[in-house]
């Protein structure tokens, strides 16, 4: 029998025409995605190619293609430029109007389902009624059930979307350019000063403008704390850093040059190119606008987040292939119970009113508001470990989650610079090499980078120098780029000795070249050739474990000049090195070890250099299979990059189509994939990912691809969502498999009862009452209780496990309705049309009791009551529907719903019925773990 049923229901369930009316299919959707990604990868190869053309041009060349000069552009020349090229602005993702929103907060399956159904009654039982027969209870049901699902998504999402509105930070930010022609010098020699700001040599005057205003052919002056305000070419620098961490993840702020030094493929590796989004830490410099708005590299990062369509998520597949098997189920059985009635009783209006009946009993109405509630709460309740859920299905899809992809950069480590090592020339760890570095960064009147702010962080060296009456600040020579070093001049006083130190600092090779000797404990020696490659031995093993190498030099000299010079930085003494990292966080090996532990793989995408990105997977214990680079992966076809995503679990270098690219393979493959990262380079990856995460503190096209916005960027506070999508989706599934079987049982009882018995074995009204009851007593399921054992490992989709579960669960109760039929027509001798309501009455009883139970008897794996108990909102809503199901015969209403009172020697036997039907039921779960497992 169970061959047949299932057998049958898979023929019918492999029909789903009328699909394309609610969803795409996945082969289509897949489709989509690889039309999309290719044409992102094209998009991403244009614009890369466009940008090392323009690096490569001659200054003059480029100032004749835009129409400028070095003075920059004359008011008329940037009023027409604006005209053509339009505002500095990039494209945000507009919020939806409410309507729109609405819409599809309704649109699913089920709930146009129940809108026909609820059409239907309303025209069997309202419009095609007589007056007096009219009933709206069927249509109020029904309806209520849709209202209730979509107002509660609705509400949520809007409340979540307006959370996150409110953490970015609207900043009204201006750039400084310079403006020729009008601005000119006056005829009378007079300088005019706009804005106090003096003029330039070019005859130009500079002025701030909103970064709105700016256009291609402007030159904008750059300096500490400002913003990129577009993509531009570097026309001078000195000692310009710019921090490239939110476009490319790279740690550590790059060096700019006005030439560029070494051959790249990479735009973004380009070292005269700075980029819009990023931002300028220490020196200054002038840059030439080739690109604004969504033209810029950011610009079209934002313009695919915001203009693509998401694809469906694993959540919203899986719930849509759910939904169709139900839904097939109850179009096959409906009107084979429509003919049934219909033949046999011949009333052809009873059997279509029946029929319809049957259908609302069929389908799960409530999923819809089961799982709307389900996941508002939620939302509400990682809401409380400061989490803003921007999109409601994002949860589950945490649950779902076996693949996360996440940044390095301030997820992994602390997202800022600290002094890893302080060492002598062979590597053995050295406090006066700290010293000397201390006294180098204090004494320094140039801006201090990041360097120097880690090292100056060590106060106790300060008090350890002693330095307000030890030394005295002589001179300094600054840093330049010719050199690439620094130094200090500092006269120490000390044993009745008077001298002054130079302490110099600066890249390997250039200190190289200034010193002439080393130092090792109190001896020095000659730096010879030996002794060099020794160095360059030990800075290349900092350097592979992904440290940042400042070398260290000092010479004494007597105190007889207070002016020093860059020809005083030789015949230097090498002492040591000082080296820095990007540190990762305390909270990272934990976590990473509880998302293993969850059954969840992490992969590590960054734009920083691999071997950093090694050393902090070391550093947190994160063991390393291969590591891909950004060039390899450019190089790959799809089936190649599958099997490399597959393989590698650290993938750097990486430009943000990359990332897109790899995220995209992933969920080619089947899996749930989560990608957390708060840059600009992460935001076609989080909008690709079924589920994205990012952080209040992220650049504003990050937050508006994410799902999730964490308050607090730890990954730990991701593993408690993940734990709370999967006890959403377990959740959901309980009520899926309660209703499946419940629905299967009652339908096979009713085609059973409709080919024996002279009349229906259950009213329409009897059907959708029972339904409405069962259905209360279920709404108390987002609060459950679930299972250790559930939570330790992604949850997934399986349809065809539901149809397996109706078919081998549904007929169980079944059985006993059937005994429930006997019971009535031999024991109770309702077997005559006219002592239909006590038949009716007896079964109604027995069938509403029984599908309560079965709400704990599938809701565990575990023997219900006993080893595993429900929620007490859950026992507390099923205790009340059996009360007023064993009431409701007896009460003034009885009449009203055609039932009647029951007489009490019916409840031993129903006692007995339901008691066994608890043990087969236990039984035969068993037998199903052992084949299926218990999802």
Not at 81 to 106: C, F, I, M, Q, T
Not at 223 to 235: E, F, K, N, Q, T
Not at 650 to 669: D, M, Y
Not at 857 to 878: D, H, V
Request: aromatic share 8%; with cysteine; glycine share 6%.
């Amino acid at each position: 029998m169970f061959t047949f049923l299932k057998s049958f229901f898979s023929s019918a369930s492999g029909r789903r025409r009328a699909g394309r009316h609610f969803r795409r299919s996945p082969m289509l959707e897949q489709g989509v995605d690889a039309v999309a990604a290719s044409a992102a990868s094209d998009t991403s190869r244009r614009a890369n190619r466009r940008m090392l053309d323009l690096s490569r041009m001659g200054t003059d060349a480029l100032f004749l293609l835009l129409g400028s000069g070095r003075g920059g552009l004359s008011e008329t020349q940037a009023q027409a430029a604006r005209e053509r090229h339009g505002a500095n602005e990039v494209d945000h993702e507009k919020p939806l109007s409410w309507p729109v929103h609405l819409w599809l907060s309704y649109r699913n399956p089920f709930n146009l389902l129940l809108t026909a159904l609820a059409a239907l009654s309303w025209l069997t039982d309202v419009w095609m009624a007589e007056p007096d027969d009219q009933s709206w209870t069927a249509v109020v049901i029904i309806g209520s059930m849709v209202v209730i699902s979509t107002v509660l998504r609705f509400a949520q999402e809007l409340r979540s979307n307006r959370a996150a509105e409110a953490l970015k930070a609207m900043v009204q930010n201006t750039a400084t350019v310079l403006r020729s022609g009008a601005m000119a010098p006056a005829a009378d020699g007079g300088a005019r000063r706009p804005y106090g700001a003096p003029l330039h040599e070019s005859g130009s005057c500079q002025i701030e403008v909103p970064l709105a205003e700016l256009v291609p052919g402007d030159v904008v002056l750059l300096s500490a704390g400002d913003m990129i305000p577009a993509d531009c070419r570097i026309l001078n620098a000195k000692d310009l850093f710019i921090a490239q961490a939110a476009l490319t993840g790279e740690s550590l702020p790059v060096e700019k040059h006005a030439v560029q030094r070494v051959e790249t493929g990479n735009s973004l590796e380009l070292e005269n190119m700075a980029f819009m989004g990023t931002n300028v830490v220490s020196g200054s410099g002038s840059a030439l606008v080739v690109a604004t708005g969504g033209n810029t590299y950011f610009g079209q990062l934002a313009g695919r987040v915001t203009q693509a369509t998401r694809a469906p998520t694993q959540f919203q597949q899986g719930i849509n292939r759910v939904s169709w098997v139900l839904i097939r189920f109850m179009l096959v059985m409906a009107p084979i119970v429509m003919l049934i009635n219909g033949f046999t009783k011949g009333d052809w209006l009873e059997a279509l009113l029946f029929a319809l009946a049957i259908a609302v009993g069929l389908t799960p109405e409530m999923l819809p508001m089961i799982v709307t509630a389900t996941l508002a709460k939620g939302a509400l309740r990682m809401s409380r470990r400061k989490v803003v859920v921007k999109r409601l299905d994002a949860i589950q899809n945490l649950g779902a989650m076996n693949v996360l992809c996440t940044d390095k950069t301030g997820t992994l480590t602390q997202d800022r610079i600290v002094l890893e090592r302080h060492t002598d020339v062979y590597g053995t760890t050295s406090d006066d090499v700290l010293a000397y570095a201390y006294l180098n960064s204090y004494y320094q009147t140039g801006l201090k980078n990041l360097l120097d702010v880690a090292v100056l962080q060590h106060a106790e060296v300060q008090r350890r120098l002693n330095l307000a009456s030890r030394y005295r600040k002589v001179d300094e020579i600054p840093f330049d780029f010719s050199r690439r070093r620094m130094s200090v001049v500092v006269n120490e006083t000390e044993n009745g000795r008077d001298h002054h130190e130079l302490i110099c600092k600066g890249a390997l090779e250039e200190m190289l070249s200034a010193c002439t000797r080393l130092r090792v404990g109190n001896e020095v020696h000659l730096l010879t050739d030996s002794r060099r490659a020794d160095i360059r031995r030990v800075t290349a093993e900092l350097n592979r474990d992904g440290l940042r190498v400042i070398a260290v030099g000092v010479k004494e000299m007597p105190p007889t000049q207070q002016a020093y010079g860059v020809a005083d930085e030789s015949d230097l003494v090498l002492v040591g090195y000082i080296a820095f990292l990007d540190p990762p966080k305390e909270s990272t090996g934990p976590a990473l070890a509880a998302l293993k532990a969850s059954g969840i793989e992490v992969k590590v995408l960054t734009g920083d250099v691999e071997l950093v990105t090694q050393k902090v997977c070391r550093e947190v214990d994160f063991e390393v299979r291969r590591v891909y680079l950004g060039a390899e992966i450019e190089a790959m076809d799809e089936v190649q990059l599958a099997a490399a995503v597959r393989e590698a679990n650290v993938f750097a270098r990486l430009t943000p189509a990359h990332k897109e690219r790899i995220v995209r393979s992933l969920r080619a493959q089947g899996n749930t994939v989560g990608f957390m990262g708060d840059g600009i380079n992460d935001a076609p990856a989080l909008r690709a990912a079924d589920v994205g995460i990012s952080v209040d503190s992220a650049v504003d096209i990050s937050k508006e691809a994410a799902d999730i916005i964490l308050l607090e960027k730890s990954l730990m506070v991701l593993e408690d969502g993940v734990i709370e999508g999967r006890k959403t989706f377990c959740n959901m599934l309980k009520y899926l498999k309660m209703t499946a079987s419940s629905n299967f049982g009652n339908v096979f009882s009713v085609l059973v009862a409709s080919a024996f018995l002279p009349f229906l074995p259950m009213l329409p009204i009897h059907l959708l009452l029972q339904n409405l009851m069962y259905d209360i007593s279920q709404t108390a399921i987002p609060f459950d209780n679930v299972d250790e054992e559930l939570l330790k490992k992604p949850q997934q989709w399986d349809p065809d496990g539901l149809g397996r579960f109706m078919v081998f669960f549904g007929p169980i109760s079944s059985l006993f309705d059937i005994a429930t039929y006997a019971l009535m027509w031999y024991v109770f001798q309702a077997n005559a049309p006219e002592h239909q309501t006590l038949f009716q009455s007896g079964w109604f009883v027995e069938g509403l009791l029984s599908q309560t139970l079965i709400v704990h008897m599938i809701r565990t794996r575990r023997i219900p009551f006993l080893q595993s108990r429900a929620a007490w909102p859950l026992m507390a809503m099923t205790m009340v529907v059996v009360v007023m199901g064993l009431v409701l015969p007896f009460s003034p209403l009885a009449e009203y719903f055609q039932l009647q009172a029951l007489p009490w020697s019916y409840f031993p036997w129903l006692a007995g019925i339901l008691l066994s039907y608890c043990v087969l039921t236990q039984l035969l779960k068993g037998i199903w773990v052992r084949r299926y497992g218990w999802q």
